[in-house]
Structure formats: C-alpha cells, structure tokens
C-alpha cells in the first residue's frame, strides 16, 4: 500500500488557495503594469494541481487498471462535477446575460451537455474537468511510455510546448456575434490547448513521484530555483507574454521543496497541520463551488470581478478572498453533513 505523503496532502491544501486567489483577487486595469503583476503573482495555480495529479497518478500506480481507474475517476470526478454544476447552469438559464452564458437562446435541454462538456461557461474553473478527463483516458499510455523508460526523456519537449503554446483564451466576450458551433469551437480549442500546455506538469509531476529521491535537492537549489522564478515572472511582464505557468513551474518545484525538506516540522505542529489537512481534504470541494460564491458575492456589492486599483483595493480583494474561501467550506461542511452514510465525496468532492 503506498504511504501516504503529508507534503503532498498539504501542498494540495496550498494549490486550491492559489486557485481561489486567481479568480478573487485581481486589481488594477487590464493591460496595466499593476494588473499583469498581481496576475503574475497570483494566476497560474492550475499548473500546481496539475503537478499534483500527475504525482498522485504515478504514486498510486502500482495497483492500476485501467477499467477499475476509470470507474473511479467517474464517481470521485465526475459525478461530483455534475452536481456541483447544478447552480451554475440554474444561473445561465436565469440570469444568461449577467452571467456570461455564450449559449443564451440555444434550447435549454441542448445548452446542458454543451455547457457540461466545456465547464468553462456554466463555472469558468471547471474547464479543468473536461481536459483532466483526456490525461484519464491517456493514463495507460502514460505508464506504457514511463515502463519502456520514455516518458521522461520528452519532458524537455513537453516544457518547449508549455513555453511556446499558450494556454488562449475563451472569454464571453469573445463569443459575441458567432455561431454556436463557432462558440462552441472556442472553448472546446480552450480545453485542447489546455490539454497541450499543461502536459508538462503532469509529466513532471510523475517524474518526481517516481524518483522522490530528488526532491530534497530541490531545497538544496532553492536559490537557483527562486532566480528562475524571478526571472520568468519579469519576462513574463516585461514581454507581455502572459505564460504565467513557467514560473509556476518554478514555484511548484520550490514549494515542493520546501515541504518537504519541512515535512517533519509541519508534523510536530499539530494544529497547523490539522488546518492544512482539512483545507486539503475540502479542496477539490473548494474547487467545484468557490467561483459561484465569488459571483454571489460580486451581485451583493456590485463588484467587478478584477477591482480597479485604489489606495485598498488590496484589502477589498483580501476581504472578498476570506468571504469566498470561508462561504465554499460552510456551504460543503452544509452539504457533507446532510448527506448520510459517507456519500458526499460523489457529490461535492469532500
């Protein structure tokens, strides 16, 4: 039976927080110096739950196949996606036009599989689910290569495709006017690219799974690590380029480092660990519902969703950070508590 990593467990807890935080707290005006910094600083954080679902992939490989495996992601992934959609689809037949809903006059029992197999209209962040579908049904090819001792050696091949082939965009705006198939055809390009992007991390995810041993050096190269961080991260808003995954790339290394080189540490604080432990265990929850609360929480204060940078507009997106993340684990802790017999990981992840 494998072991069960408390670094990785709290680097999970981490990840969702970084998540939240790239959908909660940009300020300033698009395209503005102060903008693409608090971006750089906190968007991106897919590519650590990327890396983590790749690590946890390959760690629990041993006792892999592949029908078992995908009847498992489909009722610890899936059917809570489903269930968790329920809100946002309710708000894109209510509210089409506030919300954002590309597919506005397309018949409601059509637009609910569209909006399912894209996830990005119905909760921007599940996108995520469609494409961690594709690495799902490529988990054995993934294993094949890794078992022929190929897999890792197109790791630098898959970090050029992560530099050179961006993640794009698929905005509401940028539907306006098209043809469903044509707006269908962008998110679903959206996920495809995303697929492409991020193969990387899953990759390198895999690759220090399997060879665990060297991520204590990642501690030791800390400082070299920091510099490429720093350094990606300046590129990244000098040259406009908006790649936010190449530092964080850097980051998921120095994180990883980090915690573990600290792991016993953590351990010893009990109640630190006990919180990060349960914003771990809540966060795939997390993930599912934070960004409805976020647009509740915008329609309440007549917010935008990036604030318009002012003398606090740190504090309000901090504010609005801590509202967001505290109504998502009360609403799960809710849902968990009224569903009986341990069931709620089917339904809300948790």
Request: charge should be positive; proline fraction near 3%; aromatic fraction near 18%.
């Amino acid at each position: 039976m494998a072991q069960i990593l408390n670094y990785i467990n709290v680097f999970r807890g981490l990840a969702i927080l970084l998540i939240i935080m790239g959908h909660v707290m940009q300020v300033g005006e698009p395209g503005s110096l102060i903008h693409k910094v608090n971006c750089e600083i906190v968007c991106g954080g897919t590519a650590l739950f990327i890396f983590i679902s790749g690590f946890l992939f390959q760690h629990l490989s041993y006792k892999f196949e592949y029908k078992n495996y995908l009847s498992k992601k489909w009722t610890n992934v899936i059917m809570p996606y489903l269930f968790t959609a329920i809100p946002g689809l309710l708000f894109c037949f209510c509210c089409p036009k506030l919300y954002g809903n590309s597919f506005e006059g397309l018949n409601i029992f059509a637009q609910i599989p569209v909006l399912l197999s894209i996830g990005r209209v119905h909760n921007v962040p599940t996108w995520f689910i469609p494409m961690i579908v594709i690495f799902f049904l490529f988990s054995w090819i993934f294993l094949k290569l890794e078992k022929k001792n190929i897999l890792y050696k197109l790791l630098p091949i898959l970090l050029l495709l992560t530099i050179f082939i961006p993640r794009g965009t698929a905005e509401y705006q940028d539907t306006i006017g098209l043809s469903y198939a044509a707006k269908y055809w962008i998110y679903a390009r959206y996920i495809l690219m995303g697929f492409v992007h991020f193969l990387s991390l899953y990759v390198l995810g895999m690759f220090c799974s399997a060879n665990k041993h060297i991520i204590n050096k990642f501690y030791d190269k800390r400082l070299f690590l920091w510099a490429g961080m720093l350094l990606t991260a300046f590129c990244d808003i000098y040259f406009g380029w908006e790649n936010f995954t190449i530092s964080k790339t850097f980051l998921t290394l120095l994180v990883l480092g980090y915690l573990k080189h600290y792991d016993e540490f953590i351990l010893s604080h009990k109640k630190t660990n006990a919180v990060l432990d349960f914003i771990a265990r809540y966060s795939f929850g997390i993930f599912f519902v934070h960004w409805y609360w976020l647009f509740i929480y915008n329609q309440i204060f007549h917010m935008p969703n990036v604030i318009p940078f002012t003398n606090n507009a740190l504090l309000v997106v901090w504010i609005r950070f801590i509202v967001v993340a505290i109504m998502s684990i009360l609403s799960l802790f809710l849902v968990k508590c009224l569903v009986k017999d341990g069931n709620s990981r089917k339904f809300i992840g948790v």
